[in-house]
Antibody, heavy 119, light 111 residues
Framework: VQLVESGGGLVQPGESLRLSCAAS????????MAWVRQAPGKGLEWVSTVTSGGTGTYYTDSVKGRFTISRDNAKKTLYLQMNSLRVEDTAIYYCSRKAVVSKSWFDPWGQGTRVTVSS | QSVLTQPPSVSGAPGQRVTISCTGSSSNIGADYDVHWYQQLPGTAPKLLIY???NRPSGVPDRISGSKSGTSASLAISGLQAEDEADYYC???????????FGGGTKLTVL
């Protein structure tokens, strides 16, 4: 099982970025997926989750209306479209597989991709 | 401020036992949502350590255990080793927030 994130970088406030997470080693279409972030020197913060089929999406309040989670099961890829980025969105963004059990744990995790929002 | 409260730091000598607490409320742990624990070694991604309150994934040694009671949960590590030095996070689900929540993390130092 492997998750590989990409798409991070340095952007200015108000700009957009799209993160990708390529999955391999498991039946991607059978699992919900999530993004979790970690600001520099801070703890983990759940950002968003999408159901296995892609129809159900959930977001933490601070990103609602700005971020969009999606997936392409044919390409085994998870996405996070981030618009109107703010300085406080600066973090390492991890992609993770959600266990099949409802409202459960995340395992495994990718290595993360760094997003820096700064003017 | 995290929804789940953990002590910022704990420490212990090699061979000793330490516990890390995770305190929630009636909308998360107290609402009977399970608690899960992660270990994050410096500069690496988090790794699942305990799931479903008490269960260890394959490869996690049995000197690591989890428990849950009421609105709190605990992670116990016995026979402390230098390699246990890491940050530890608890995680659950919160019905009021309709989302997944993490504790603020606890830094374990092996003296």
């Amino acid at each position: 099982v492997q998750l590989v994130e990409s798409g991070g970088g340095l952007v200015q406030p108000g700009e957009s970025l799209r993160l990708s997470c390529a999955a391999s080693g498991f039946t991607f279409s059978s699992y919900g997926m999530a993004w979790v972030r970690q600001a520099p020197g801070k703890g983990l913060e759940w950002v968003s989750t999408v159901t296995s089929g892609g129809t159900g999406t959930y977001y933490t309040d601070s990103v609602k209306g700005r971020f969009t989670i999606s997936r392409d099961n044919a390409k085994k890829t998870l996405y996070l479209q981030m618009n109107s980025l703010r300085v406080e969105d600066t973090a390492i963004y991890y992609c993770s597989r959600k266990a099949v059990v409802s409202k459960s744990w995340f395992d495994p995790w990718g290595q993360g991709t760094r997003v820096t929002v700064s003017s | 401020q995290s929804v789940l409260t953990q002590p910022p730091s704990v420490s212990g000598a090699p061979g000793q036992r330490v516990t890390i607490s995770c305190t929630g409320s009636s909308s998360n742990i107290g609402a009977d949502y399970d608690v899960h624990w992660y270990q994050q070694l410096p500069g690496t991604a988090p790794k699942l350590l305990i799931y479903g309150n008490t269960n260890r994934p394959s490869g996690v040694p049995d000197r690591i255990s989890g428990s849950k009671s009421g609105t709190s949960a605990s992670l116990a590590i016995s026979g402390l080793q230098a390699e246990d030095e890491a940050d530890y996070y608890c995680q659950s689900y919160d019905s009021s927030l309709s989302g997944w929540v993490f504790g603020g993390g606890t830094k374990l130092t092996v003296l």
